[in-house]
């Protein structure tokens, strides 16, 4: 098993960056595909990016490629969503999500573990 713990989220103007962290506990963070995940108040949970076991691969949601980037360093155990050009709308919960075995998947369903969360504003 696995316990993501995200952090790096706060209140950001119009324009700016945040790079969000997820740490992870257990051994065998090398196996996971990783992804996260995002919910805005009164919208349901939708998908982000998500990046491979080796960190090789990567895929977004077309209207955050080149804003986000999404990579993870298997040695410290954590993944990261760098996010530039933040707008409003980027508002949101954000979660990161494991899910053992390759692919890239986009779907909630498809990963078995998820963080608390970690909340991200940005004001206009």
């Known amino acids: 098993q696995v316990q993501l713990v995200e952090s790096g989220g706060g209140l950001v103007q119009a324009g700016g960056s945040l790079r969000l962290s997820c740490s992870a506990s257990?051994?065998?963070?090398?196996?996971?595909?990783l992804g996260w995940f995002r919910q805005a108040p009164g919208k349901e949970r939708e998908f982000v990016a998500t990046i491979s076991v080796r960190g090789d691969s990567t895929y977004y949601v077309d209207s955050r490629k080149g804003r986000f980037t999404i990579s993870r360093d298997n040695a410290k155990n954590t993944v990261y969503l760098q996010m530039n050009s933040l707008k409003p709308e980027d508002t949101a919960v954000y979660y990161c999500?494991?899910?053992?075995?390759?692919?890239?998947?986009?779907?909630?369903?498809?990963?078995?573990?998820w963080g608390q969360g970690t909340q991200v504003t940005v004001s206009s």
């Open positions: 257990g051994r065998t963070f090398s196996i996971y595909s």
């Open positions: 999500a494991a899910r053992m075995g390759y692919g890239l998947k986009i779907r909630q369903n498809d990963y078995n573990y």
